[in-house]
């Protein structure tokens, strides 16, 4: 993908490299049979978006979701994935009776929007990153064997791919001192405890 993406000149990072990869490599994985990359990336943020705050970049996100929801749900079928793939995994799981077929279906379409939208944008903020960060650019090309990863998970922290995302409570717990009640739904921001001063020297600063 670089060495096409070199012949270019110029070109669109975000499109033609941190789209261009997921969505060529995960329904692969997944099993997704004649996938389409556009579908595939507008799912993703669908999902997300669906988070809130409801404003008009919610509502936007909104706007053109029954034709790909319609194509996501028919690609989610055991019919529509190879048997090679991970959801496959997840039908097999279903005959021996550990989920139920409608879970297994959930989970095809929970790991589709999941998989792509994160890694889309991790790509294109690491390309950010590193666009806007020269210094830390240059620590990268001289060492990239020993700074690929620490670069990447800087990035994963400094911006936060996944802002926040929601669970609930499974059982009464207890974090940090405060009492969880079973049921309770809970709103984790990581994008906040990613810039946490308590736990991070200079949070707002890039530093690989």
Same mark, same amino acid.
């Given at each position: 993908?670089?060495?096409? +993406? @070199? /012949? ?17 490599? &995960?329904?692969?994985?997944? %099993? ?10 507008? &799912? %993703? ?18 706007? *053109? ?7 996501? #749900? ?7 994935? /190879?048997?090679?793939?991970? $959801? ?9 009776? !550990?989920?139920?077929?409608?879970? =297994?279906? @959930?989970? +095809? ?5 999941? *998989? ?5 944008? $991790? ?6 990153? #590193?666009?806007?960060?020269? !210094?830390?650019?240059?620590? #990268? ?11 990447? !998970? !800087?990035? @994963? ?6 802002? =926040?995302?929601?669970? /609930? ?13 079973? %049921?309770?739904?809970? &709103?984790?921001? @990581? ?18």
């Amino acid at each position: 993908l670089i060495g096409e +993406v @070199l /012949t270019k000149g110029d070109f669109e990072a975000v499109v033609d490299i941190a789209e261009a990869f997921p969505s060529k490599v &995960f329904p692969e994985a997944v %099993g997704v049979k004649d996938p389409d990359p556009r579908m595939l990336i507008d &799912f %993703g943020a669908i999902q997300f978006n669906a988070i809130g705050p409801d404003n008009a970049h919610r509502a936007n996100g909104f706007a *053109g979701m029954k034709p790909v929801m319609e194509w996501i #749900l028919s690609r989610c079928s055991r019919d529509a994935l /190879t048997p090679d793939g991970i $959801g496959s995994v997840f039908y097999e799981a279903a005959d021996n009776g !550990e989920i139920t077929q409608n879970e =297994a279906t @959930l989970l +095809v379409r929970a790991v589709l929007a999941a *998989g792509i939208d994160t890694t889309v944008t $991790g790509i294109g903020n690491a390309l950010w990153c #590193l666009a806007t960060h020269p !210094e830390e650019y240059e620590k #990268l090309k001289a060492d990239p064997e020993k700074m690929a990863l620490p670069a990447f !998970e !800087e990035t @994963l922290r400094f911006t936060s791919p996944v802002q =926040a995302f929601c669970r /609930t409570a499974a059982l009464d717990t207890e974090v940090a001192g405060l009492k969880i009640e079973e %049921g309770t739904k809970i &709103f984790c921001c @990581l994008g906040a405890a990613n810039m946490d001063p308590t736990h991070w020297d200079q949070p707002d600063r890039y530093d690989i």
